[in-house]
């Protein structure tokens, strides 16, 4: 029996080592692979065990046993490709300009080729002639803190913005920072500081034109501020207000020793369907009005205005909006001539040019694709304040009044491309009696990411 289990055992492993034998090197199982399949099924097996005793509490004591611990998934990649510890997206646009005039109204003294001057060339002067400009310069490049959570509940984001609008020589344009704030954001209230949009004049043209209807009726521009900002709920609509200072970024305004103050409320509602907003804002200050004079209530002349807009969207495709302003010395927020810096002189004091002004737009979106824009601004001086000029060359070679009709069409070639034609027709009245003419056709292209 011992010789037959011998011979039949030695019979085995010889078929064994021959079928073996047979196997590429890499199908042959070695000894650590044996050792460490057995560790695998140890692992496995005690796993196993874990789960049934856990089974086993469960049913007897349901009460004492703890909630499996929730593994929380892995953060998606938002494509921070700076390699920064905070989520930041780029953004920009590729804009290319191509303007022709009929007569001068570029900003050729400071090479800004495509920025309008304040005002139109007189008919019949030296500079009436027509142009061709080509510019990218309003392309731009950005950078946006997406919101960053903090402990006690509020969020920090932030934006930075340039352009290239910056002069240093023909067709070589130095980068210009148009936007760079961060705001503190709870539910109810937020905290903004740095450069932003003049927030007591929020509303914008819908040109093509980076003038944006400056000294053409649209007031505001970009400058140093901070606010404070409240939301609440009031009979069915919404209530916007904000509280704060604008540094004016002009020497008289800055020699004054105080910001402007600024506030601005909004009401947002829908009426009879339609949803509407309507919002008033101000502005109040002081500016050296005499370099070197002690300031007082005849030397420091005030800067001030009141604002008010409204924007109606009719319907998906139709809407309005619209944005009027009355003030004194408004020169740092694009009103006015420029001719005395928004201050003049009279009976041996010095007072602010009051100006006034604004711009209605009708935007209709037949298509998703298709956008076209309708408007008409106007900027103009008060009558009495044409005899208070400080010279007699300053009144011939100021202004009085800007008038600006416009409208384009926008076309999106995807999502990421547009093209736009437009078309203004701007008037400059001066104050002795000349006028200035000029039609303006401009084709823009732009690319944004």
């Known amino acids: 029996m011992a010789d037959w289990l011998k011979r039949t055992l030695i019979f085995l492993l010889t078929i064994v080592w021959a079928s073996a034998m047979t196997f590429p090197a890499s199908a042959q199982v070695t000894l650590d692979d044996v050792l460490k399949r057995v560790e695998a099924l140890e692992k496995e097996n005690i796993s196993l065990k874990e789960e049934v005793m856990a089974l086993k509490a469960a049913s007897t004591h349901p009460q004492q046993v703890a909630a499996a611990p929730v593994v929380a998934p892995a953060p998606a990649t938002n494509g921070n490709f700076l390699k920064t510890k905070l989520d930041v997206t780029l953004y920009g646009q590729i804009k290319a300009d191509f303007v022709a005039t ?5 900003d050729t003294g400071s090479l800004n080729t495509i920025t309008l001057k304040n005002a139109i060339a007189r008919r019949n002067g030296t500079e009436d002639h027509g142009e061709f400009n080509a510019s990218a310069q309003d392309s731009r490049i950005g950078f946006i803190l997406n919101p960053v959570s903090l ?20 067709a070589k344009y130095n980068p210009r920072m148009r936007l760079g704030y961060l705001t503190l954001a709870y539910d109810n209230w937020s905290l903004m500081g740095g450069q932003n949009w003049d927030f007591f004049a929020p509303l914008n043209s819908s040109l093509a034109n980076t003038s944006n209807l400056n000294r053409g009726g649209n007031l505001g521009n970009r400058h140093p501020e901070a606010y404070l900002e409240n939301r609440y709920a009031v009979l069915g609509g919404k209530l916007k207000t904000q509280l704060g200072f604008i540094d004016g970024d002009a020497l008289a305004q800055e020699d004054s ?12 509602r829908d009426i009879f369907g339609i949803p509407a907003t309507f919002g008033v804002g101000g502005v109040y200050g002081s500016t050296r009005g005499l370099t070197g004079a002690a300031v ?15 924007t109606l969207q009719f319907t998906k495709w139709l809407s309005l909006k619209g944005e009027g ?5 408004l020169s740092v927020f694009e009103s006015g001539d ?27 979106k037949p298509t998703a694709r298709i956008e076209n824009n309708y408007g008409w601004g106007i900027d103009g001086m008060k009558d009495d304040n044409i005899n208070g000029l400080s010279t007699a060359a300053n009144q011939l070679s100021g202004w009085d009044v800007n ?12 999502k990421d491309m547009l093209v736009a034609l437009e078309y203004q027709r701007l008037f400059t009245h001066y104050f ?18």
């Open 325 to 329: 302003y009355r003030g004194g010395d």
């Open 432 to 449: 002795d009696g000349a006028q200035g003419a000029d039609n303006r056709v401009q084709t823009t292209l732009i690319y944004k990411f």
């Open 338 to 364: 420029t001719t005395n810096a928004g201050i003049y002189t009279y009976a041996n004091s010095v007072k602010s040019v009051v100006s006034q002004g604004g711009f209605v737009e009708l935007t209709l």
């Open 296 to 310: 007082t209530s005849s030397t420091d002349p005030k800067v001030w205005g009141v604002t008010y807009n409204s």
């Open 102 to 106: 009929s007569g001068q109204s570029a």
């Open 151 to 170: 402990d006690n509940g509020g969020k920090v984001s932030g934006k930075m913005e340039i352009d290239f609008t910056g002069e240093l020589a023909a």
């Open 403 to 414: 008038r600006n009709y416009y409208t384009n069409v926008k076309y999106s070639l995807s």
């Open 257 to 268: 020793g105080a910001p402007i103050g600024a506030a601005y409320v909004e009401y947002a």
